[in-house]
Nanobody, 115 residues
Framework: QVQLVESGGGLAQPGGSLTLSCAAA????????MDWFRQVPGKQREWVGG???????KYADSVKGRFTISRENARNLVYLQMDSLKPEDTAVYYC?????????WGQGTQVTVSS
């Protein structure tokens, strides 16, 4: 059974940092692409960035230079390091595992950026 479980969400101040984790089970993690998405109520889910099995990563323009995605293949973990947080980063953040033709989603974790 495939499971993706996010953790690490919470409240941060503008300019602050948070690190999200996503633990994967039931997949051959090292060959799966892992992406992060976020969603605000009433809006479409937005791609934040992703990392390939070998470690190359890409980011949305809105987070480039502030967010960093990394992974530990030996521990089936992927991380989203978020720095210089802005109020507009407030959203539910989702982990996505993808290896064509399959993809799976975590349940999401709330991130709130507010003073």
């Amino acid at each position: 059974q495939v499971q993706l479980v996010e953790s690490g969400g919470g409240l941060a101040q503008p300019g602050g940092s948070l690190t999200l984790s996503c633990a994967a089970a039931g997949i051959d993690f090292s060959i799966w692409g892992m992406d992060w998405f976020r969603q605000v109520p009433g809006k479409q889910r937005e791609w934040v960035g992703g990392i390939e099995g070998a470690g190359s990563s890409k980011y949305a323009d809105s987070v480039k230079g502030r967010f960093t995605i990394s992974r530990e293949n030996a521990r089936n973990l992927v991380y989203l390091q978020m720095d210089s947080l802005k109020p507009e980063d407030t959203a539910v953040y989702y982990c996505n595992g993808n290896h064509y033709p399959n993809e799976y989603w975590g349940q999401g974790t709330q991130v709130t950026v507010s003073s």
